[in-house]
């Protein structure tokens, strides 16, 4: 299972970053994904899933901030992040959960500046 996060950068508070994440080794279009963040000194949390079938659920902290999407052919999910405030700087994982197990690749690293 190979999954790569890429679009993270350095942006200001306001503005927006739309996040990639490419997957291979499962099957995608009945997998259900995720994107998690990691912020510096704290636990892994979930920002968001999306099912097979396109349901999505957001944590409280991104609620009508962020929006995740998924493109089966391209095997790729995605997490458009707006309004981005300082408190959303963290590394971002995009994974999934099987059988009550975790799995992510390496993140991408998003840092929100004032």
């Known amino acids: 299972v190979q999954l790569q996060a890429s679009g993270g950068g350095l942006v200001q508070a306001g503005g927006s970053l739309r996040l990639s994440c490419a997957a291979s080794?499962?099957?995608?279009?009945?997998?259900?994904m995720r994107w998690y963040r990691q912020a510096p000194g704290k636990q892994r949390e979930l920002v968001a899933t999306?099912?097979?079938?396109?349901?999505?659920n957001y944590a409280d902290s991104v609620k009508g901030r962020f929006t995740i999407s998924r493109d089966n052919a391209e095997q790729t999910v995605y997490l458009q992040m707006n309004s981005l405030k300082r408190e959303d700087t963290a590394d971002y994982y995009c994974?999934?959960?099987?059988?009550?197990?975790?799995?992510w690749g390496p993140g991408t690293q998003v840092t929100v500046s004032s």
């Open positions: 080794g499962i099957i995608f279009s009945i997998t259900d």
């Open positions: 994974g999934f959960r099987r059988y009550g197990v975790d799995y």
């Open positions: 999306i099912s097979s079938g396109g349901s999505t």
